[in-house]
């Protein structure tokens, strides 16, 4: 008899990075196993769509009323579900009061998974009049009250630690056989520099931006951004002759990274990059693409330095290192092949089904 598998999460299946590489990638092979998978999101897809525009405040407002509706009236179902799976939140404002119920009125235990640092401020400009509601102190809370967590890195997990002994690692993983099945081509005349990423996490390219200024000038290469908005960096009066923008498209995802010679990670040392993932690397990686990270958090973890990929800490650095890859057609294939190879041990779907077997056993 096949067991009942609830998952709840803040976003419509296939929408969300977060989603789609911790857990939706997995939903074939759980029902493999004997799970009958259903999927509850919070946001309605119509929901979602209007969340990160400007404005739209009747639109945001409606949909959330309708999402808390839906997560009440699911609250009655779940009595004989099997297992409860709550990825980062069940409601992506107020307090934990579905956790609640769903630990203290019903009693059923459940998973909580997670792979940011979400009990840290951050939210979009778009939203800023709604981030008071956030409540992010919610999230020792469902800590605290989850059957067993899964954390997405080993920082994350220590902070979980201090409210659930019963913690786990699971890093967020690359689909090799169905979903990054392309290599990069390092035969080319004029290399990329490629970087991807979503308009949050876009400042952190302020760091890169001079250094890819200076090299300009003296060679010749494409600087790609692949994100759901342009990037602009006028406010450093930077003009970057070398920038080519190419808007996330689901379905040339791969594709589009594909085309990138050098990938870069650069991020600034603080608490909410520590509990980063390292997805943007690891992306790279699976494509036979060096990466090129700043040594914060899980980077260190996923970088053996000049064998794997590359750590730089400062402008000199990086310049250092872009320099050496953009001349060195060999080097670029050699650290590329070592990266997918790190991939596919430890951080690949393949390599960590056990993992997430072992997690619903629990």
């Not at 799970?35 to 525009?53: G, M, P």
């Not at 808007?247 to 050098?262: F, G, P, Q, R, T």
């Amino acid at each position: 008899m096949s067991k009942r598998f609830v998952i709840i999460a803040p976003y419509p299946k296939s929408e969300a990075p977060s989603q789609r590489f911790r857990f939706e990638q997995y939903l074939s092979f759980f029902e493999e196993q004997g799970y009958n998978v259903e999927f509850y999101s919070f946001l309605s897809d119509k929901t979602w769509k209007a969340l990160y525009k400007e404005g739209s405040f009747f639109a945001k407002a409606f949909g959330m009323l309708g999402s808390f509706w839906r997560r009440f009236m699911l609250m009655f179902k779940l009595r004989s579900a099997d297992v409860v799976f709550i990825h980062r939140e069940s409601s992506m404002i107020g307090p934990p009061m579905f956790e609640w119920i769903i630990a203290k009125v019903l009693r059923k235990k459940f998973i909580y998974d997670f792979d940011d640092a979400i009990w840290l401020p951050n939210y979009s400009d778009s939203n800023a009049r709604f981030q008071r509601l956030k409540a992010y102190g919610k999230v020792k809370k469902i800590m605290k009250w989850a059957h067993v967590v899964s954390a997405g890195n080993e920082h994350l997990a220590d902070f979980a630690k201090q409210y659930n002994s019963n913690v786990t690692i699971i890093p967020t993983t690359i689909d090799l056989e169905n979903v990054h099945t392309l290599s990069s081509n390092q035969a080319v005349e004029k290399p990329i520099i490629g970087w991807t990423g979503t308009h949050t996490t876009m400042n952190y390219l302020d760091e890169i931006a001079p250094v890819i200024k200076e090299l300009e000038q003296t060679y010749d290469f494409t600087f790609r951004v692949i994100s759901n908005q342009a990037p602009s960096f006028d406010s450093m009066g930077i003009g970057l002759k070398s920038l080519e923008f190419v808007k996330w498209n689901k379905e040339s995802e791969i594709e589009d990274l594909a085309k990138i010679n050098i990938g870069i990670m650069p991020l600034t040392d603080t608490i909410w990059a520590k509990g980063k993932c390292g997805f943007k690397g690891l992306q790279y990686m699976a494509l036979e693409i060096p990466s090129v990270m700043s040594p914060v958090g899980v980077n260190t973890k996923i970088v053996d330095h000049k064998k794997n990929g590359f750590l730089c800490n400062s402008p000199e650095e990086w310049k250092h290192t872009l320099i050496e890859l953009l001349e060195n057609e060999s080097l670029r294939t050699e650290i590329g092949k070592a990266g997918y190879q790190t991939v596919k041990k430890s951080y690949s779907v393949e390599s960590n089904r056990s993992n997430y077997l072992n997690l619903l056993n629990a």
